[in-house]
């Protein structure tokens, strides 16, 4: 069984910052070595989108173009955790945040294998 745990969420007025945090855990030989981790956002009335992964064998990124440049995703292997680290918050960048996973990046684009339960941001203008 395979379980993510996030963090960090909370209230924050525009141009603020806070750091999500993901803990991986898991009863199988399951490993974080070598897959797909990051982050997913929904607010209410909108789609899904996937908002920053990071490929944990060699720690390459990708950013959505709507966070590009505010928001940061790293990792750290010992503790099985991923964070994102989010400047310059917008109103529009409320929503519920979710962590996710996949052991490769097919299943990652067309729709990760494990999902945290979500944790709110909202950002106040």
């Known amino acids: 069984q395979v379980h993510l745990s996030e963090s960090g969420g909370g209230s924050v007025q525009a141009g603020g910052s806070l750091t999500l945090a993901c803990e991986f855990s898991?009863?199988?030989?399951?490993?974080?070595?070598?897959?797909?981790m990051g982050w997913f956002r929904q607010a209410p009335g909108k789609e899904r989108e996937a908002i920053a992964r990071?490929?944990?064998?060699?720690?390459?990124?990708w950013y959505a173009d709507s966070v590009q440049g505010r928001f940061n995703i790293s990792q750290d292997k010992p503790k099985k955790s991923v964070y994102l680290q989010m400047n310059d918050l917008k109103p529009e960048d409320s929503a519920m945040y979710y962590c996710?996973?996949?052991?490769?990046?097919?299943?990652?684009?067309?729709?990760?294998?494990?999902w945290g339960q979500g944790t709110q941001v909202t950002v106040s203008s």
């Open positions: 996710a996973a996949a052991v490769n990046i097919r299943t990652w684009l067309g729709g990760p294998s494990y």
């Open positions: 898991s009863s199988n030989l399951y490993s974080t070595d070598n897959n797909y």
């Open positions: 990071i490929y944990t064998g060699i720690g390459t990124t």
